[in-house]
C-alpha cells in the first residue's frame, strides 16, 4: 500500500475557496479504482493548514490519480490558494492492521 501524507498551508483569505475545492478533489479522487481513503483535515492548531492523508493499492493506482482532470484543476487552482509549498510525503506500507 502507498501512503501519501502531508500539510498544506492556505492563504487565510482564501481559506473557504480552499476547502471548496480540496472537498470536490477528495470527492473525485474517493470514485477512483485504487484510491484506499483520500482526504483533507484540519490542523486544530491552525485554521489555516489542512492536512492531506491518502492511501492507495498500488504505485499504478497512484500514477493513475495524476492523469485526472480532477487533479489537472486541483494543480490550476492550487497556487492561488497555497500561502507557501505543500510538505508532502510518500510511503510504503508493507502491511496495516486496526487497533
Same mark, same amino acid.
Given at each position: 500500500?502507498?501512503?501519501?501524507? +502531508? ?8 481559506? #473557504? ?20 481513503? !483520500? +482526504?483533507? !483535515?484540519?490542523?486544530?492548531? &491552525? ?5 492531506? $492523508? #491518502?492511501?492507495?493499492?498500488? &504505485? ?13 484543476? $486541483?494543480? #490550476? ?13 510518500? !510511503? ?8
Amino acid at each position: 500500500m502507498i501512503v501519501i501524507a +502531508g500539510r498544506i498551508q492556505i492563504r487565510p483569505e482564501r481559506r #473557504e475557496e480552499a476547502v471548496r475545492a480540496a472537498l470536490a478533489m477528495a470527492e473525485a479522487t474517493r470514485r477512483e479504482k485504487g484510491c484506499v481513503s !483520500y +482526504g483533507f !483535515y484540519g490542523d486544530l492548531a &491552525d485554521p489555516n493548514t489542512l492536512l492531506l $492523508f #491518502e492511501e492507495w493499492e498500488s &504505485d499504478a493506482a497512484l500514477a493513475a490519480h495524476f492523469q485526472t482532470p480532477h487533479m489537472a484543476r $486541483f494543480q #490550476e487552482q492550487a497556487p492561488a490558494l497555497l500561502a507557501a509549498p505543500p510538505t508532502i510525503k510518500r !510511503y510504503v506500507v508493507e502491511s496495516a492492521a486496526a487497533m
